[in-house]
């Protein structure tokens, strides 16, 4: 009797965080017999020092530009169409900036498998007046798909240099979420399951609106005790919109795991989005000039997530409750000056609850 076939792993995007996910799918499904040894990486294709850098990562099996001094496993095989990407992938790795997922999305429809399923390690949502979007429900929507979620305090160097670390993937399937964690999992890079998908993900994008914050504080000089006010302040609003968007369907639980209370340390210490703000307080440069000249590539995400919280805020007339995120707002959206981010920031929020 013939065997059933295996279970097939593709990534789509390259980046720093693609990248260092690659490392770790390609080294585990080496010992998965489930899956097949091929992982396929989408690359979105551009030239480093004359050479295509799909030819750099199949022949160096490295990533030159996005994380250099880091081998990728040689399984792992760069392609440069998107569609080839996913060509027989059950497990379907999304690792973009999230302005950039319906396109990409748009591109692979109806060339996934029927079977397929896919994990968004996306920190990024859609917020406006109508409410959330996430990544999960744009792919979900576009691929008719199941999809899950990761997130954590997991800087990318950091986890390809194999220092310790934990992250979270919410899912809602508990047989699903073994597979997953199967895929993601090492000694080095912990892994617990939870089964608030919106949750993880929530927490994802916020924080990048908090490291702004902390890095307008690291920007003016003002020190530890500053910055973690600034933290605290901005984890209890991160509580309190998800209180205002979803309801109970966040659970309060989940700002406890690794894509919640850790990423916010983490980011706010460590993260792009700490570091540009820092740089925009000390130069006087626009965010997108400090993002082309600082980031190599990559995008910023906390900027573009700012707007976006705002735009559901002040549509809902809610403003007044978020003083923390609407001040960061108006400190990268209307010019207003670093040090006014303190203002209204005596909020009570000891009558937040979630489910």
């Not at 509580?239 to 205002?244: S, T």
Request: aromatic residues 8%.
């Amino acid at each position: 009797m013939a065997s059933a076939p295996k279970n097939k792993v593709c990534i789509l995007g390259s980046g720093n965080w693609g990248s260092t996910a690659a490392r770790i799918i390609g080294s585990n499904v080496q010992r998965l017999p489930d899956f097949d040894n091929d992982v396929r990486i989408w690359v979105y294709e551009e030239m480093v020092d004359g050479k295509k850098l799909t030819d750099i990562i199949n022949t160096q099996h490295e990533n030159v530009k996005y994380l250099p001094g880091h081998k990728l496993p040689a399984n792992v095989v760069a392609v440069a169409d998107a569609v080839d990407a996913v060509k027989g992938a059950t497990h379907i790795v999304v690792v973009i900036p999230h302005q950039f997922i319906q396109h990409l999305l748009d591109t692979i429809h109806g060339h996934t498998m029927p079977n397929a399923r896919a994990i968004s390690l996306i920190k990024g949502i859609g917020i406006s007046n109508q409410g959330m979007t996430t990544m999960t429900q744009i792919i979900h929507r576009t691929l008719a798909i199941p999809v899950s979620s990761l997130s954590g305090a997991n800087i990318a160097n950091e986890i390809a240099e194999e220092k310790y670390c934990e992250t979270t993937i919410g899912c809602s399937e508990p047989d699903e979420a073994i597979v997953w964690r199967s895929l993601f999992n090492t000694p080095y890079f912990q892994v617990n399951c939870v089964s608030d998908v919106i949750g993880v993900e929530f927490c994802g994008a916020l924080k990048n609106v908090v490291a702004v914050g902390a890095g307008f504080i690291d920007g003016m000089g003002l020190g530890n005790n500053t910055k973690a006010a600034i933290i605290r302040i901005g984890f209890l609003e991160m509580r309190r919109l998800a209180m205002h968007i979803s309801g109970a369907r966040i659970q309060d639980s989940t700002f406890m795991e690794s894509c919640g209370i850790a990423d916010v340390i983490t980011t706010c210490y460590g993260g792009r989005n700490r570091r540009l703000a820092e740089e925009f307080v000390r130069t006087g440069k626009p965010m997108s000039q400090l993002e082309n000249e600082l980031l190599n590539g990559q995008k910023l995400q906390g900027y573009l997530t700012a707007g976006e919280v705002h735009s559901y805020i002040d549509g809902c007339g809610i403003t007044d409750h978020f003083p923390l995120f609407t001040n960061i707002y108006r400190i990268c959206y209307q010019n207003k000056p670093p040090s006014s981010i303190f203002e209204g920031l005596n909020v009570d929020f000891s009558q937040d609850r979630l489910g």
